[in-house]
């Protein structure tokens, strides 16, 4: 099992960034993958970013470019750098993770973004 806990949402302009933090409960090393995942009103969720134990990381084609995800190993903590915001982008983010391959089988309670003037 493990815990995730995210951190950071708000509301910015459009053109304006942010950082979103997930916090694990146990080392990321003992993960499979980690990312996020967004769901915006009416629309199905999406996968915004991810990487793998391996290396591997994989981008939503709507965020390349923009987005950056990154992890501190130490703390066990996953970020993820959104940039040139757009209203598009307003949405429940939450971070994931799974400890084998396949589906993510842990998620965190999320936290809305909302790209507005």
């Known amino acids: 099992q493990v815990q995730l806990v995210e951190s950071g949402g708000g509301l910015v302009q459009p053109g304006g960034s942010l950082r979103l933090s997930c916090a694990a409960s146990?080392?990321?090393?003992?993960?499979?993958?980690m990312g996020w995942y967004r769901r915006a009103p009416g629309k199905q969720r999406e996968l915004v970013a991810a990487?793998?134990?391996?290396?591997?990381?994989n981008y939503g084609d709507s965020v390349k470019g923009r987005f950056t995800i990154s992890r501190d190993n130490v703390n066990n903590t996953m970020y993820l750098e959104m940039n040139r915001l757009k209203p598009e982008d307003t949405a429940v983010y939450y971070c994931?993770?799974?400890?084998?391959?396949?589906?993510?089988?842990?998620w965190g309670q999320g936290t809305q973004v909302t790209v507005s003037s």
């Open positions: 146990r080392s990321i090393f003992s993960l499979y993958a």
């Open positions: 990487f793998t134990k391996g290396g591997s990381t």
């Open positions: 994931v993770a799974t400890m084998t391959p396949g589906r993510y089988e842990f």
